[in-house]
């Protein structure tokens, strides 16, 4: 068996490196918490023994009821006025002690001590009523610090100047220490240095009378968790959680970091190889369109760093992210079967590194699968929110699913809330597909919609113009998609080229026999001219349709079309013409059309039917025989001709689109009943 060969050029390998070298610098650079367990459920690992000392997290049911029952009691901010100190101490300073001159030092040192401590007036320290002193604390902020300091601690006026004169008595006993500080007016220096403040005390309290400790209890190293086959139950999930959030968040990877390095190069290499290898079985023809290419990366790429983003600083938020637009930014550009392969390799970082991974990546599937369904049937509009609401119930439904056997963890309400955000975030976020339109030069299936409706002024004006070229095309288009469907190819990529193939023709319309019957007198505008003449004005309408395509700023796809529709072929009636007259053949490079020879599927596809359409106004014969003999000269023609060589569609796609044409010929020009004049 002759395996595939698989080869790589810079233009595939130079992108492929780059999303290789971000992936493996935006992988975590901590290890996740490696055990999946469920309440009710045995543990089916080893015994688990903590490796740290870690706080046990309370659930959100807990927090929840703790708020609603939690009675806040305000703790005083008080300030601490050094002025007030400097100010004793100037006065102590020029306080004249007389033959006590001794006094002094002590004076001054024990009043450092007092208003160390704090003093405040003799109303006291402000507290709740019913509040016990011995265990109340206040703040006191000083010098841009607050420190918190027991009521008990803290000097009222009256004691401050009692506690001064106990220091100095006791120094110095045999001193009538109260007269001497009354005399010298001591006393009167000593004031509080700690001045109330309401508004402070009334705002940090205020943002604090909610808070609520967010962990009950301590699991110490060395600790036993959970036992290999033991039930976990509700307090042994609790430790587990909690384990688990200190095990990603502080501890996590404890080996070697080039190992760990190694392992997220390794990871991202293999998430890189498949990417690859899936565009390369499925359509390997977009490693040579450098911007589906690019563009095809970049959405995996944003989509892994939203994943990552997201988990790294809010893990819950992950239900809110719309990843399904993922599948409609690709479903834009790409087939049904490249889009799901490429959005279950995007969603794959969400497996492997958020919490819920399993949960996640199954919802967003299946989401993604829905959308692009419902998408087909609801994108214009205000209907994009039925795709929204369509989304939304899905996502519901998958989690609800995983909710009922236990698997999906956290506040249920929360989740569906975010699912509804971010399923509407779908219908904010589709738009940015106009911006990627123009940033990798692509067009959308939405952009092909509205070049398909025959109201615009291009279309309107073909019709007014040539009449007969309109309904020349609009038959072309019709054949082209029932063929486009057959083989896969992009029915509404020809549909478009189909529709816009011959729009050069409206510059000179009267050239060409099925706008003949615009002519007054039915004059013919070939007559008089020579076979070289009438050759050159029917070729100029491929350069006519590209300057008109250019001044109405069409996708390059479709001026493909208009390009290639006619290939490297002649204008066969004239050329012939011209060579019965003893015409030079190697003269004859005006009757070859200079577009190139087509090189999609598409373009094959409308080449043929072009052909078709327009032979197919001078059969006679109308039988199957006819039209099968008819088809196949038409294609054997251009197949003689070379016009296939450098197109990727293969013999069996060919037959196909044959039979398909020589189906709808026969319905289109099938004989029909003629009706009995009626008999008086």
Request: charged letters at 20%.
């Amino acid at each position: 068996m002759k395996l595939p060969r698989i080869t790589i050029n810079n233009r595939v390998f130079v992108p492929l490196a780059i999303l290789f070298a971000l992936l493996t610098v935006l992988f975590p650079r901590t290890a996740k918490f490696s055990y999946d367990y469920r309440k009710g459920s045995p543990w089916p690992y080893e015994t688990l023994i903590a490796q740290f000392d870690f706080p046990i997290l309370k659930t959100d049911e807990q927090i929840r009821e703790e708020r609603s029952k939690n009675k806040s009691v305000d703790i005083p901010y008080y300030r601490y006025r050094q002025e007030v100190v400097d100010n004793t101490k100037k006065g102590i300073d020029e306080a004249d002690f007389g033959k006590y001159s001794q006094l002094r030092p002590q004076v001054v040192s024990s009043l450092d001590a007092i208003y160390s401590s704090g003093v405040v007036s003799d109303e006291g320290v402000k507290i709740d009523k019913g509040e016990d002193p011995a265990t109340s604390v206040l703040y006191i902020h000083r010098e841009k610090r607050v420190s918190k300091r027991p009521v008990t601690e803290v000097f009222k006026e009256s004691e401050a100047k009692a506690r001064l004169l106990a220091d100095v008595s006791k120094k110095y006993p045999s001193v009538n220490v109260d007269s001497v500080l009354r005399s010298t007016g001591v006393y009167d220096l000593v004031n509080p240095n700690l001045e109330y403040d309401s508004r402070t005390t009334d705002l940090v309290n205020s943002e604090s009378s909610a808070q609520i400790s967010t962990t009950q209890g301590f699991v110490s190293a060395g600790q036993l968790i959970v036992s290999e086959g033991e039930i976990v139950t509700a307090e042994v999930a609790q430790m587990l959680d909690s384990y688990k959030v200190e095990y990603e968040s502080s501890m996590g990877y404890g080996g070697p970091r080039i190992l760990f390095w190694l392992g997220n190069a390794t990871i991202a290499l293999v998430l890189t190889v498949l990417l690859y290898l899936l565009t390369y079985f499925l359509n390997k023809r977009i490693f040579k369109e450098t911007n589906r290419f690019w563009y095809l990366l970049f959405i995996f790429l944003i989509t892994t760093v939203a994943t990552l983003a997201v988990n790294k600083f809010g893990p819950k938020f992950l239900y809110m992210v719309p990843f399904t637009l993922t599948a409609l930014f690709l479903e834009a550009f790409f087939k049904n079967k490249m889009n799901l392969s490429v959005c279950l390799v995007s969603f794959m970082p969400l497996l492997i590194f958020s919490n819920n991974g399993v949960v996640l990546f199954v919802m967003f599937t299946v989401a993604s699968v829905v959308a692009v369904f419902a998408f087909k049937y609801f994108n214009r509009g205000w209907q994009q929110f039925i795709t929204a609401a369509i989304v939304f119930v899905s996502l519901v439904i998958t989690y609800t699913g995983f909710r009922l056997i236990g698997m999906a963890n956290g506040d249920p309400y929360q989740a569906v809330l975010f699912m509804f955000v971010g399923s509407m975030l779908t219908v904010a976020g589709y738009p940015l597909i106009y911006l990627f339109e123009r940033m990798f030069n692509l067009v959308s299936d939405s952009r092909l919609r509205e070049l398909c409706d025959t109201n615009n002024a291009l279309l309107r004006d073909l019709e007014h113009k040539a009449p007969g070229t309109f309904q020349h095309s609009l038959q072309v288009m019709n054949m082209c998609d029932a063929a486009a469907r057959a083989i896969d190819a992009n029915a509404l990529l020809v549909r478009a080229g189909a529709l816009y193939h011959d729009i050069g023709k409206m510059q000179n319309p009267l050239c060409f026999i099925e706008n003949e019957n615009m002519s007054p007198g039915g004059a013919r505008y070939h007559e008089g001219l020579s076979a070289k003449e009438s050759a050159t004005a029917i070729i100029k309408h491929v350069s006519d349709g590209l300057e008109l395509a250019d001044k109405h700023k069409l996708p390059d796809v479709v001026k493909d079309f208009i390009r290639t529709h006619h290939g490297t072929s002649n204008t066969g009636y004239f050329y012939t013409k011209y060579l019965n007259a003893g015409g030079d053949p190697h003269d004859a490079d005006c009757f070859f059309y200079k577009g190139g020879e087509p090189r999609t599927k598409e373009q094959i596809i409308l080449m043929v039917c072009d052909s078709l359409e327009a032979a197919s106004r001078t059969l006679k014969d109308t039988s199957p025989e006819a039209f099968d003999a008819f088809v196949e000269n038409i294609v054997a023609g251009k197949m003689n001709m070379g016009q296939f060589d450098k197109a990727d569609i293969t013999i069996r796609q060919l037959n196909i689109v044959k039979e398909v044409l020589k189906n709808y010929l026969s319905q289109v020009y099938h004989e029909r009943v003629v009706y009995p004049n009626r008999q008086k």
